[in-house]
């Protein structure tokens, strides 16, 4: 059986894979493949390891890895062979495929031109933190913990009196 697993870096910003999410259900319910998950390879839940033993619990038994990057950078060209090796060895019977990272795939266009035609001025940039500030946790790593800025959380006394 076929599983597809977005593979993102991941973020200490709280609520920063609601999006790798929101795409990962928009997957299943085009039915992609019968297994669809995330998996990250660092910061954020689930691990992709983690993730790599879900899928095999489920009975998957070809992983389609679909890199969750615009170029294939770094984390793309090295650290992505190296997880896949590592979840390879711990999984030698389940196959591995690669996807290519975003990159210059057409059909990104679409998106760009509908960004642009809804763009908003400064009061909006911050639109996307807004709303992954919805699924929120208070959580000591994440660079708004503490701040006035942090949704979840109120800021510590002695950061009110630095203010």
Not at 128 to 149: E, H, I, M, V, W
Request: charged share 25%.
């Amino acid at each position: 059986m076929d599983a597809t697993v977005l593979f993102s870096h991941g973020s200490l910003l709280c609520g920063a894979g609601e999006a790798l999410l929101a795409h990962a259900e928009r997957l299943r319910r085009r039915g992609i493949s019968p297994i669809v998950a995330v998996g990250y390879l660092n910061y954020s839940d689930p691990p992709f390891l983690q993730t790599v033993g879900e899928c095999v619990e489920r009975g998957a038994t070809r992983i389609l890895v679909t890199p969750y990057f615009l170029v294939p950078g770094y984390f793309v060209k090295v650290d992505l062979p190296k997880t896949v090796a590592e979840a390879q060895a711990k999984f030698p019977e389940v196959e591995f495929v690669v996807a290519e990272a975003i990159g210059f795939d057409e059909r990104l266009a679409d998106a760009l031109i509908e960004s642009a035609r809804e763009a908003v001025g400064p009061a909006g940039w911050r639109q996307d933190l807004r709303r992954a500030s919805q699924f929120c946790r208070p959580d000591a790593k994440c660079p708004l913990y503490g701040t006035p800025n942090c949704p979840k959380q109120p800021m510590p006394v002695e950061c009110e009196q630095n203010q």
